[in-house]
Nanobody, 128 residues
Framework: QVQLVESGGGLVQAGGSLRLSCAAS????????MGWFRQAPGKEREFVAA????????YYADSVKGRFTISRDNAKNTVYLQTNSLKPEDTAVYYC?????????????????????WGQGTQVTVSS
């Protein structure tokens, strides 16, 4: 079992950047595919980005492609989400998620239901 703790959220002006971190503990980190999801008030949770166990493959929602970058450091048991060119519509609680199941299809990375561990979330607020 793995525990996830997000950090790095905050208030930023439109066009600014934040680097979100998710520290994992309790299990071998490179066993897990990792993802970032977000949920804005009154909206459903949505996929943001994901990364494979080795870090060799990454996946992004169309809405963040070219602005956000996901990465991981397996030696530090941490996954990152670098968010650039932030927009007010990026305002949400951002959640880190982990999955120790085998993903036979890349589509699995995009589905929140395929992740079995979640962090508590970190708030990102982008002002216009």
């Amino acid at each position: 079992q793995v525990q996830l703790v997000e950090s790095g959220g905050g208030l930023v002006q439109a066009g600014g950047s934040l680097r979100l971190s998710c520290a994992a503990s309790g299990s071998t980190f490179n066993r897990y595919a990792m993802g970032w999801f977000r949920q804005a008030p009154g909206k459903e949770r949505e996929f943001v980005a994901a990364i494979s166990r080795s870090g060799g493959s990454t996946y992004y929602a169309d809405s963040v492609k070219g602005r956000f970058t996901i990465s991981r450091d397996n030696a530090k048991n941490t996954v990152y989400l670098q968010t650039n060119s932030l927009k007010p519509e990026d305002t949400a609680v951002y959640y880190c998620a982990a999955s120790d199941t085998v993903f036979y299809s890349s589509s699995s990375y995009y589905s929140g239901g395929r992740y079995n561990y979640w962090g508590q979330g970190t708030q990102v607020t982008v002002s216009s």
